[in-house]
Nanobody, 115 residues
Framework: QVQLVESGGGLVQPGGSLRLSCAAS????????MAWYRQAPGKQRELVAI???????IYADSVRGRFTISRDGAKNTMYLQMNSLKPEDTAVYYC?????????WGQGTQVTVSS
């Protein structure tokens, strides 16, 4: 079964940058699309960005221009480059991928933006 593991989270000051990674294992098939979500305390989980094979992308309005989603399709690895981070970006960030009829979630990685 497909497993997704996020990494790269941590504590960063406002205006700083982080690069998140999502590594998939358990399948030689291309996982597509892949997406990043986030969930802040007391808020619903929201879509941050999604990338399709080929490779069109969409971004939430709140992150467009600051975040960049990318992937290495052959390795089923996805990245989220986060620049100009704001305190409101603080959340647990999750990766999600689709393979055939199933979707899969990672365990999440904490991103905290604070002075």
């Amino acid at each position: 079964q497909v497993q997704l593991v996020e990494s790269g989270g941590g504590l960063v000051q406002p205006g700083g940058s982080l690069r998140l990674s999502c590594a998939a294992s358990g399948s030689s098939d291309i996982i597509s699309p892949m997406a990043w979500y986030r969930q802040a305390p007391g808020k619903q989980r929201e879509l941050v960005a999604i990338i399709h094979d080929g490779s069109s992308t969409i971004y939430a309005d709140s992150v467009r221009g600051r975040f960049t989603i990318s992937r290495d399709g052959a390795k089923n690895t996805m990245y989220l480059q986060m620049n100009s981070l704001k305190p409101e970006d603080t959340a647990v960030y999750y990766c999600r991928g689709w393979l055939f009829r199933q979707d899969y979630w990672g365990q999440g990685t904490q991103v905290t933006v604070s002075s």
